[in-house]
């Protein structure tokens, strides 16, 4: 029996959350995200618009030698060509976090734009990856020693570090300053993770405990030992009235958690769900 379209993103999720942090096919992964919302939707699809991105940048990147021409040959693709921007207008939209919905509509958030920026970038063999900048998704391309901030939610235009400085202070507040951190690499499995809690955070505000957790559940198909998320699903469930699989997710919290006081706080938590159910 052929394996239905779910079933091969949730296998695709699930290796990627057994294997060690490494750059992979971000784009297919974020795509496979997308179509546990949209099982009907054929990727086929959006898989050609990928390649044809890639494509066009390629016929440009030929004599692309500076980082200033690499982002120019993007953009000209991505922006002028395609019309990709940030939605500025809807900016909570769910759709601007689902990786189908961001192609078929040419706009979304930072991070889900960023995603084709390194996958396009990428497909020419260039330094591309996301950063941990705070409050908004940027990314840093390098070569040698040179280094180029861009933010793909804004045209994919460049950013010097006053401006960052300024991103910073709006995102974080007046007292807030740069620091190293925030221009650390981030994983391609935490710009996914990142993707997805975003639409997380948005069913919270819309008190849609069961929608949280099922976006929770696919965090975890990526991050399995991650420990914050078996704590989530647990208070998820226990929301949604799912108490059995509440107890579940925190006992699993429990076997992960090295730390003596948050391990106390899920056992007295655990005791109340299992009260609950008797």
């Not at 379209?5 to 995200?33: M, S, V, Y």
């Not at 208070?235 to 391990?263: C, H, S, T, W, Y």
Request: hydrophobic share 45%; proline share 4%; charged share 25%.
């Amino acid at each position: 029996m052929q394996m239905s379209l779910t079933e091969q993103a949730k296998n695709l999720l699930r290796d990627i959350g057994a294997a060690p942090d490494a750059p992979f096919e971000i784009a297919e992964a974020a795509l496979a995200l997308a179509s546990l919302d949209r099982p009907q939707v054929s990727l086929d699809r959006y898989r050609r618009h990928l390649d044809s991105l890639s494509e066009d940048v390629g016929r440009l990147a030929a004599g692309c030698v500076s980082l200033e021409d690499r982002l120019a040959a993007l953009k000209n693709v991505l922006v002028d060509k395609h019309g990709y921007s940030g939605d500025q207008l809807n900016y909570d939209d769910l759709q601007n976090a689902n990786f189908i919905r961001v192609i078929d509509r040419k706009k979304g958030l930072p991070v889900a734009l960023g995603i084709l920026y390194i996958h396009t970038a990428r497909t020419q063999g260039w330094n591309i990856n996301g950063l941990a900048f705070p409050g908004h998704f940027l990314l840093r391309l390098a070569e040698g020693g040179e280094r180029l901030v861009m933010d793909p939610f804004n045209e994919g235009a460049s950013r010097q570090a006053h401006e960052l400085r300024d991103l910073l202070k709006a995102m974080s507040g007046s007292d807030a300053e740069l620091r190293p951190e925030h221009f650390s690499q981030v994983s391609d499995r935490e710009i996914l993770l990142r993707l997805q809690n975003n639409i997380k955070l948005r069913l919270i505000q819309q008190n849609d405990a069961a929608g949280a957790e099922a976006v929770v559940g696919r965090m975890l198909m990526l991050a399995p030992e991650q420990t914050a998320l078996w704590w989530e699903t647990g208070v998820l469930n226990a929301k949604a009235g799912q108490m059995q699989a509440a107890i579940e997710a925190i006992e699993r919290f429990i076997e992960l958690e090295v730390r003596p006081q948050p391990r106390q706080e899920a056992a007295v938590f655990l005791q109340k769900l299992r009260d609950q159910l008797n």
